[in-house]
């Protein structure tokens, strides 16, 4: 048990310490986020399965709040992986590769970004709307694993988490979700002093 556990942490700890390579990246990604809300703009997030979670665990800490020490206006973010009556019905009548395409399709205008989380990039549903946003000229940004799949070449910006263990990929993820988050919050609440 303790070598397993020692085994898990030093992977762990293996990949987040790549991460400050994608130190220029990720700002670059929080300027652009909070540029994009300045200008009306929204962010539309969307995951399968634990990425599905991710997604809508950052979209809470946009509408709520991410720092239990700090009050501010809720900044504008929905989850298309969280409306079950929705994602059952496209599935049912349409295809499982629409579920966030025609949420985004009706919910998406000028000045939004598409945040996709995808542990493979290879998704179907998720290339769908990546393409639609490309179609709607929508900023994408992807937070990725292993080399980032086929979605790796539809995102305007993407952090790809170099691993192909989808936990540790996926602790990766809602590290830099809340690192980017925090970026964001902090401009935003530099901005209003």
């Keep these: ?27 670059k990604i929080i300027k652009l986020i909070h540029k994009k809300l300045n200008l ?10 634990g ?11 946009f509408l709520i709040r991410l720092r239990p020490n700090i009050n501010r206006s809720p900044i504008p973010a929905i989850s298309l992986s969280t ?15 629409d579920i966030f395409l025609r949420p985004f399709i009706a919910l998406s205008k000028k000045n939004d970004i598409l945040l996709i989380i995808s542990t493979s990039g290879n998704s179907k549903n998720i290339i769908k709307v990546l393409k639609q946003a490309k179609k709607n000229k929508i900023t994408t940004i992807g937070f990725l694993g292993n080399k980032g799949g086929k979605a790796s070449k539809l995102c305007d910006f993407k952090v790809v988490v170099d691993s192909k263990n989808t936990a540790r990929i996926q602790e990766a993820h809602i590290f830099i979700g809340h ?5 964001v ?3 935003i609440l530099k901005r209003s002093k």
């Excluded at 009306?40 to 399965?49: E, R, S």
């Excluded at 409306?83 to 590769?97: H, I, M, P, Q, R």
């Excluded at 690192?179 to 970026?183: A, E, I, R």
Aim: contains cysteine.
């Design 1 to 27: 048990m303790n070598n397993s556990l020692l085994k898990n942490i030093s992977e762990h700890n293996s990949i987040f310490s790549k991460l400050i390579n994608q130190t220029t990246n990720l700002e």
């Design 40 to 49: 009306g703009g929204k962010i539309l997030l969307c995951g399968n399965g």
């Design 51 to 61: 990425s599905a979670a991710d997604a809508q665990h950052l979209a809470a800490e």
């Design 83 to 97: 409306d079950t009556s929705t994602l059952t019905a496209c599935g049912n009548d349409y295809k499982f590769e």
């Design 179 to 183: 690192f980017v988050f925090t970026g």
């Design 185 to 187: 919050e902090d401009l």
